[in-house]
């Protein structure tokens, strides 16, 4: 892989390789962490309005909002509760997304994006990178393969989805498992408001995942951030299943990330699939 510029993460350091992945074609960025997610306008609308919604990297819910650019997005759906709608953009659209909810009840809107890469400098990083997303193991696997311990490429795809409420809360509904390949489902509906906790399933290829890191971060309601987000780790139970308090009202979002051995393209070696999901409890 030929490296067109180093750029750094906040936590932990990389180096960035064709940088086509943060939705700005064409150009390097410094990124300043992992997670990616959808951010709409307004979390609660009436039958007939427009979702809006920002994509965005960032940390602990602070990130910057990136244009629409069909070079990285694979695709983008809006899973009303009885139809199914590809979402379609022009290139630079801000926001990035936009869709009518043409109907009450609790809506999904999930984002894909094609490959893209990263380039590690040498195993420090990469082993920082691993321990904070809870793929420590991925270290050793890595020596057993006889793999080089500097230059290392990793191909990542991004798996995203919003839950927003439009209308009146029907308690009967919940979200469901869309086509996402990795994906982070919630069982229930985050907008009732007699739910006090809810559980979340992580799925890979519609089967539950066991004893992988769920990272939840929350911004209470007022608060601003980052500086008042809060980071919590999480691990899947045997069902794939982790529970998460909603007592204080705020923004939610949950990351997941799976690593797999591949050989290429180029000089790739591992792949990774990350999963989020958000909503926001605020009123």
Wanted: hydrophobic share 40%; no cysteine.
């Amino acid at each position: 892989m030929t490296r067109t510029s180093k750029e750094e993460w906040a936590r932990p350091t990389v180096a960035v390789a064709t940088i086509a992945s943060l939705f700005i074609a064409g150009s390097t960025v410094p990124v300043r962490a992992h997670e990616f997610w959808i951010d709409p306008l307004a979390e609660r609308l009436l039958p007939g309005e427009t979702i809006s919604a920002d994509l965005r990297i960032g940390q602990n819910l602070s990130g910057a909002a990136y244009p629409y650019v069909s070079k990285t997005v694979a695709g983008m759906t809006h899973w009303s509760p009885d139809n199914v709608n590809a979402i379609t953009a022009r290139e630079g659209d801000r926001p990035a997304l936009n869709s009518v909810a043409t109907e009450p009840g609790l809506h999904r809107i999930t984002v894909q994006s094609h490959p893209a890469y990263i380039v590690f400098d040498d195993m420090v990083e990469f082993e920082e990178y691993l321990e904070y997303e809870g793929l420590g193991e991925i270290a050793d696997q890595h020596r057993e393969r006889g793999l080089p311990d500097t230059e290392i490429a990793e191909a990542y795809i991004r798996n995203a989805k919003t839950l927003l409420q439009v209308g009146p809360v029907d308690t009967s509904q919940s979200d469901q498992p869309t086509d996402l390949p990795f994906e982070l489902t919630a069982l229930g509906n985050p907008y009732d408001a007699d739910i006090r906790s809810l559980d979340i399933q992580l799925t890979w290829q519609d089967r539950p995942v066991p004893g992988v890191q769920v990272t939840l971060f929350h911004l209470p309601d007022g608060g601003t951030a980052p500086q008042d987000s809060r980071r919590s780790v999480l691990k899947t139970d045997t069902d794939g299943v982790v529970s998460i308090d909603l007592g204080k009202p705020g923004a939610f979002l949950l990351n997941a990330v799976r690593m797999s051995p591949v050989d290429g393209p180029g000089s790739v070696v591992w792949e990774s699939y990350w999963a989020s999901l958000t909503f926001n409890t605020a009123r």
